[in-house]
T-cell receptor
C-alpha cells in the first residue's frame, strides 16, 4: 500500500526566504502527483500537478519536482510571503480514478 | 464558474442521529470522492464513485453510506453506526482516463453534540 511522508511537519521562516518542502512515497508506480494548499478550516486548492512522465512543473513562485526512481517530490517556494502561510499537502494517484493518497502535510508559517 | 459545492458548512449531530452531507459539482466530472480529515491524521478516503449508480468503499467506509443517482451529486450519510463522526469532510471530483487532477470542495465540519 502506498505511503506518503511529508517532512518537515511544521516550518516557520522569515519573509523573503526561499524554502523547500519534501514529500516521499514508497511505491514508484504512480500516475501523477499533486500539491495542494489548505488554509485553516478551508478546502484544498490545487497548486501544481506533475504527471508521472514529467520531472517538474512551475507556477509563479512555485516549482515542484518529481523523481519517481527515488520516490521523492519537492515543492520549492521562492521569496516567501506571509500570504504563503498555510498547510501544504502532497497527494499521489495510482491511476484508475480510485482516489488520492495523501501525506499529513507541512504546516508553514511565514513571519512578516 | 465551475466547481464543487458542499453544504452545509457546519453541521451538528446528536447521538444516534443520521445526517447527510451534500456535494454537488458542475464540472462534468465522472468521478467523485469523499474524504475525512482529522487533526494529525491527514485525509482518508471514505467512498468513491466512478460512474452513476456505482460506488466503491474506501479505506474507512464503516458507518457511512453514499448514493450516486446523478452525475452531479454524491451525498454522504453519516449513520449512527459511525462512533466518532466529528471531523472535517471534503468532497472531490476528477475526470477519469485523463491526467487532469482532482478538484476539492470547501468542506463540511461535522460535530457531535
Amino acid at each position: 500500500k502506498q505511503e506518503v511522508t511529508q517532512i518537515p511537519a511544521a516550518l516557520s521562516v522569515p519573509e523573503g526566504e526561499n524554502l523547500v518542502l519534501n514529500c516521499s512515497f514508497t511505491d514508484s508506480a504512480i500516475y501523477n502527483l499533486q500539491w495542494f494548499r489548505q488554509d485553516p478550516g478551508k478546502g484544498l486548492t490545487s497548486l501544481l500537478l506533475i504527471q508521472s512522465s514529467q520531472r517538474e512543473q512551475t507556477s509563479g513562485r512555485l516549482n515542484a519536482s518529481l523523481d519517481k526512481s527515488s520516490g521523492r517530490s519537492t515543492l520549492y517556494i521562492a521569496a516567501s510571503q506571509p500570504g504563503d502561510s498555510a498547510t501544504y499537502l502532497c497527494a499521489l494517484s495510482g491511476g484508475g480514478a480510485d482516489g488520492l493518497t495523501f501525506g499529513k502535510g507541512t504546516h508553514l508559517i511565514i513571519q512578516p | 464558474d465551475g466547481g464543487i459545492t458542499q453544504s452545509p458548512k457546519y453541521l451538528f449531530r446528536k447521538e444516534g442521529q443520521n445526517v447527510t452531507l451534500s456535494c454537488e459539482q458542475n464540472l462534468n466530472h465522472d468521478a467523485m470522492y469523499w474524504y475525512r480529515q482529522d487533526p494529525g491524521q491527514g485525509l482518508r478516503l471514505i467512498y468513491y464513485s466512478q460512474i452513476v449508480n456505482d460506488f466503491q468503499k474506501g479505506d474507512i467506509a464503516e458507518g457511512y453510506s453514499v448514493s450516486r443517482e446523478k452525475k452531479e451529486s454524491f451525498p454522504l450519510t453519516v449513520t449512527s453506526a459511525q462512533k466518532n463522526p466529528t471531523a472535517f469532510y471534503l468532497c472531490a471530483s476528477s475526470i477519469t482516463g485523463v491526467v487532469y487532477g482532482y478538484t476539492f470542495g470547501s468542506g463540511t465540519r461535522l460535530t457531535v453534540v
